[in-house]
């Protein structure tokens, strides 16, 4: 019995720090008939995710649809620098003019601003670099969607970036669409992914969460073949994911160039809940990794775009149960 009021009393004040650490910083709600929202906002100051890897846009720390909730809180350590302190569907550009930069000059990322390349080390999406402009966010909201556009400029290279956040009034389905202009001198030659972060009703990732592709999949990596298994299009687990451990696969492939091949569905049969991802560009890449908290299936989209130029994609994310 002192062992449990231990834990207990160990998770309250895990979920009570938590809960205060998001109260200092600045979010809102969206909502629409079947579905409600809180998006953490950039903010170079008070933000709760001020890392160097990801896209400060659309952090949504929960979403709840059908009874169902969908993201959350899925690591252990906080600081608003951490380059994997986020939530939600995330996303992360590769770096624009890294390689060329010498010691002490700049570097951009896309939806963070212009950072400092501190030596001749190869770029470390895992590290934490000094930003010397967070360039300038603007923020629109309407009561089921919130637009975020950020503006950044530099010697070479400089851009118009706009994310909406949508949530379809009668229906359980969020989109979010981009749009980014090259509004520099160079062109922009990137790429970026869509980590998802899902946690659903807080279930560990084991047997009974399955994630479904459209193709037959191909590829290895690290805990296939004994923690998690391919089997034709699905990824499946032999047992639930311990503290620690991770499965990944850098490289799936068995996809075309279609933009039908960017659909996912992960499902998880406890809750009988689930959600359908799909996109109107074609995957260029896609990577796995799970832990204990999140199956997350990575889908990358390449993008190229010329000065005064550019380019639009979009996901949609359709939540669905079965009915009690």
């Given at each position: 019995?002192?062992?449990?009021?231990?834990?207990?009393?160990?998770?309250?004040?895990?979920?009570?720090?938590?809960?205060?650490?998001?109260?200092?910083?600045?979010?809102?709600?969206?909502?629409?008939?079947?579905?409600?929202?809180?998006?953490?906002?950039?903010?170079?100051?008070?933000?709760?995710?001020?890392?160097?890897?990801?896209?400060?846009?659309?952090?949504?720390?929960?979403?709840?649809?059908?009874?169902?909730?969908?993201?959350?809180?899925?690591?252990?350590?906080?600081?608003?620098?951490?380059?994997?302190?986020?939530?939600?569907?995330?996303?992360?550009?590769?770096?624009?003019?890294?390689?060329?930069?010498?010691?002490?000059?700049?570097?951009?990322?896309?939806?963070?601003?212009?950072?400092?390349?501190?030596?001749?080390?190869?770029?470390?999406?895992?590290?934490?670099?000094?930003?010397?402009?967070?360039?300038?966010?603007?923020?629109?909201?309407?009561?089921?969607?919130?637009?975020?556009?950020?503006?950044?400029?530099?010697?070479?290279?400089?851009?118009?970036?706009?994310?909406?956040?949508?949530?379809?009034?009668?229906?359980?389905?969020?989109?979010?669409?981009?749009?980014?202009?090259?509004?520099?001198?160079?062109?922009?030659?990137?790429?970026?992914?869509?980590?998802?972060?899902?946690?659903?009703?807080?279930?560990?990732?084991?047997?009974?969460?399955?994630?479904?592709?459209p193709f037959t999949l191909k590829g290895e990596g690290q805990g296939f073949g004994t923690i998690?298994?391919?089997?034709?299009?699905?990824?499946?687990?032999?047992?639930?994911?311990?503290?620690?451990?991770?499965?990944?696969?850098?490289?799936?492939?068995?996809?075309?160039?279609?933009?039908?091949?960017?659909?996912?569905?992960?499902?998880?049969?406890?809750?009988?809940?689930?959600?359908?991802?799909?996109?109107?560009?074609?995957?260029?890449?896609?990577?796995?990794?799970?832990?204990?908290?999140?199956?997350?299936?990575?889908?990358?989209?390449?993008?190229?775009?010329?000065?005064?130029?550019?380019?639009?994609?979009?996901?949609?994310?359709?939540?669905?149960?079965?009915?009690?």
């Amino acid at each position: 019995m002192k062992k449990t009021v231990v834990l207990l009393s160990l998770f309250s004040v895990i979920t009570i720090n938590y809960a205060f650490q998001t109260m200092k910083n600045p979010k809102s709600e969206i909502k629409s008939k079947l579905i409600n929202a809180t998006i953490l906002l950039p903010d170079a100051e008070n933000g709760y995710y001020r890392g160097t890897r990801f896209d400060w846009s659309g952090v949504i720390s929960d979403l709840s649809c059908n009874g169902h909730t969908y993201f959350g809180k899925w690591f252990d350590k906080y600081s608003p620098t951490l380059h994997d302190a986020i939530m939600g569907p995330v996303e992360e550009f590769a770096p624009l003019g890294y390689e060329k930069a010498a010691p002490g000059e700049n570097f951009v990322m896309i939806g963070i601003g212009l950072l400092k390349k501190p030596d001749d080390k190869k770029h470390d999406r895992f590290g934490y670099y000094q930003i010397i402009d967070p360039g300038k966010w603007e923020i629109k909201k309407k009561s089921n969607e919130i637009t975020f556009n950020h503006k950044l400029k530099s010697d070479d290279y400089s851009y118009d970036y706009t994310k909406t956040v949508s949530l379809i009034r009668d229906k359980p389905v969020m989109e979010i669409d981009h749009k980014l202009k090259n509004t520099g001198k160079e062109s922009i030659v990137t790429n970026v992914y869509n980590h998802h972060f899902f946690v659903m009703d807080n279930q560990p990732v084991g047997p009974d969460f399955t994630i479904t592709f459209p193709f037959t999949l191909k590829g290895e990596g690290q805990g296939f073949g004994t923690i998690a298994e391919m089997k034709d299009n699905r990824i499946i687990f032999n047992r639930i994911l311990k503290k620690g451990e991770t499965v990944f696969c850098g490289s799936l492939t068995g996809f075309n160039n279609k933009p039908e091949d960017l659909d996912v569905r992960i499902e998880n049969r406890v809750i009988g809940a689930g959600v359908r991802i799909t996109g109107d560009r074609p995957l260029s890449k896609l990577i796995f990794w799970a832990c204990p908290t999140t199956p997350c299936p990575e889908t990358y989209v390449d993008i190229k775009i010329e000065p005064g130029q550019e380019f639009t994609w979009k996901f949609i994310y359709e939540f669905y149960s079965e009915k009690k």
